[in-house]
């Protein structure tokens, strides 16, 4: 085992110095080199050797994403996290950076105030995933595969005819599954759809917005009594847990600031837990790429009414622990790759 290799790439020397002291605190890590832009980094790869960049969206002289792009093409698999602004635009440019190839990011604390609370949101935010891309540096990677199954129960059988929602949990590597899997819905699709993305404000709202554009399906972001309606997906939005409810004859979305779960709002477990509820033996389930296990125990829910559990497979997922903790349980129908995810759903609806 030996210490994760960073280069840190951001024009503000503020910031390349508070990310270099924080980050040389953890025993497992060793900021090797900094950059003010893009064509320094690029200068600097090849000597310093890295096994991760993080990456500063707004430069001169070559921004983040020509920078991103540049990477992609020399080094096609050294991860880059996005160290982006929390604004709409930064948003949006974290979207594309994520389609370029970038495996996650990490907002920039503009509004924490105190360099403890600085140094707590990094530790918290960064520092986990960067040891999650390089785990097997660290060796920790978990190869262990789970067979993929088609486990027997009572959903096994299940008549999804009269399947009327698909709820989807996902986290990072999101952005880019959620393009996969929704992208492949007919307009006519028969069942609407509700999705908890781990995500921040504005960020849900252009994700939304990148998608619709994707998708032969409406794809919004979620508000306060939005109606739930055949081929039409909501986005729960960030800092908000959504939930949904029945009101005579419709179902509708409902948001709250409850305390997070698993350190997130919104949570899928939260969305799970409701879905169990109100759709009894007629919900489809989906567990796509994220770390740590939120949606572990709406799967227990979801299973517990009779429904119905697929999780996204190892190979196809950024990281592969959400899905893994509902695939270890036993709570899994089945374990697909994620371009077989929704040919599985119209399948078993038809």
């Not at 440019?93 to 990094?122: I, N, W």
Request: a neutral charge.
């Amino acid at each position: 085992m030996r210490k994760i290799r960073l280069l840190i790439v951001d024009d503000s020397v503020i910031i390349r110095q508070k990310l270099s002291e924080i980050l040389s605190q953890d025993p497992f890590l060793d900021v090797v080199g900094i950059a003010a832009n893009g064509q320094i980094a690029l200068s600097k790869i090849p000597h310093l050797h890295p096994d991760l960049i993080i990456l500063d969206l707004e430069m001169p002289e070559m921004d983040g994403l020509q920078t991103l792009t540049a990477i992609r093409q020399s080094y096609p698999n050294l991860p880059v996290i996005m160290f982006s602004a929390f604004t709409e635009r930064g948003a949006a440019a974290t979207l594309e950076a994520l389609s370029l190839g970038a495996q996650d990011y990490v907002t920039k604390p503009t509004k924490l105030g105190t360099g403890e609370a600085v140094s707590d949101y990094l530790k918290r935010e960064l520092i986990p995933k960067i040891k999650v891309f390089c785990a097997d540096i660290l060796g920790v990677s978990d190869n262990t595969p789970i067979a993929r199954s088609r486990l027997p129960s009572q959903t096994a059988s299940l008549k999804l005819a009269k399947a009327q929602v698909v709820a989807i949990g996902v986290s990072t590597g999101g952005p880019n599954a959620l393009a996969t899997l929704l992208s492949r819905f007919p307009a006519d699709f028969p069942l609407s759809i509700v999705i908890v993305q781990h995500i921040p404000p504005l960020f849900s709202k252009r994700l939304a917005e990148r998608l619709t554009h994707q998708c032969h399906i409406s794809v919004a972001e979620g508000y306060e009594g939005a109606e739930l309606r055949p081929g039409h997906a909501w986005i729960t939005p960030g800092d908000f847990h959504g939930i949904v409810v029945r009101r005579g004859k419709t179902v509708h979305l409902s948001l709250h600031q409850a305390p997070p779960e698993h350190s997130c709002r919104p949570a899928v477990d939260v969305l799970f837990r409701s879905v169990a509820k109100t759709f009894p033996g007629s919900a489809i389930a989906v567990v796509l790429t994220g770390m740590g296990h939120d949606g572990l125990q709406g799967c227990h829910h979801i299973r517990d009414a009779g429904g119905h559990i697929l999780v996204q497979d190892q190979a196809s997922s950024v990281v592969w622990g959400m899905p893994k903790s509902v695939a270890q349980a036993g709570l899994a129908n089945n374990i697909l790759p994620l371009d077989q995810i929704a040919d599985e759903i119209i399948q078993l609806v038809r």
